[in-house]
């Protein structure tokens, strides 16, 4: 029997995102930094003044194997919240992946990596070790809030969260949206007749 973050997984994020109106998307700027790449886990949060990354490494070192590490490090953009070392630290304690409302360095380390890192981008600049911050707390990344033990799932379009107070019935919506969506594309792209009759239906319900 696959678990709640197997079957999340399969999902897309647009089909997670309808289930959920639209309303728990992060900003479109947080992207994986490499292509086909996708993330689920439960979110173990961190929150950062900007510049610092001590409280990233102290959340490496608290979360549980199969954690997605979210760290909210303000959308600052100069100095990275971690590099290829941090990022393999990460990998080798058990995240499942990275979502920072930040940036990184070492990109080209990172990549290869095989490892899902989402961010807003890549500076050179490091973060210094204030200790400024706090873990496993109630934090807003890419202007979403996000608790700790939420599911994070993350694809080429972007990362959602999903509520863990609901997540059994947004991931039956999430399934029955994709249903409908594999099912619309076996009717309508299937020859030019099919899909200008559906054309015809959407446009004058206009």
């Known amino acids: 029997m696959k678990s709640l973050i197997e079957e999340f997984k399969e999902l897309p994020t647009t ?8 309303l728990t998307n992060m900003d479109p700027a947080i992207k994986p930094v490499k292509a086909n790449v996708k993330v689920a886990g439960r979110a173990y949060t961190v929150k950062v003044r900007a510049g610092d990354n001590y409280m990233v490494l102290k959340g490496i070192s608290e979360l549980s194997p199969g954690d997605v590490l979210v760290i909210d490090a303000k ?3 100069h100095n990275a919240s971690c590099g290829d070392f ?7 304690m058990g995240a499942a992946g990275i979502v920072i409302d930040g940036v990184v360095r070492d990109l080209a380390g990172i990549k290869k990596l095989e490892f899902p890192v989402f961010c807003r981008g ?17 934090i807003s990344c890419g202007g ?17 969260v ?10 039956q919506k999430a399934k029955e949206k ?4 594999i099912e619309r594309e076996k009717k309508v792209l299937v020859s030019r007749e099919a899909a200008a009759e559906y054309l015809r239906e959407v446009l004058n319900k206009g």
């Open 144 to 160: 979403t809030p996000v608790k700790p033990g939420d599911m994070i799932v993350g694809d080429e379009d972007g990362v959602v």
């Open 122 to 138: 890549n500076t050179v600049a490091a973060s210094d070790k204030a200790g400024t911050g706090e873990t496993g707390v109630a």
């Open 178 to 181: 994709l249903a409908k969506d």
């Open 162 to 171: 999903i509520p863990r107070e609901t997540e059994n019935e947004v991931l």
């Open 15 to 22: 089909c997670i995102s309808d289930a959920l109106n639209g």
């Open 86 to 92: 941090v990022g393999e630290l990460a990998k080798v």
């Open 75 to 77: 959308g600052y953009l």
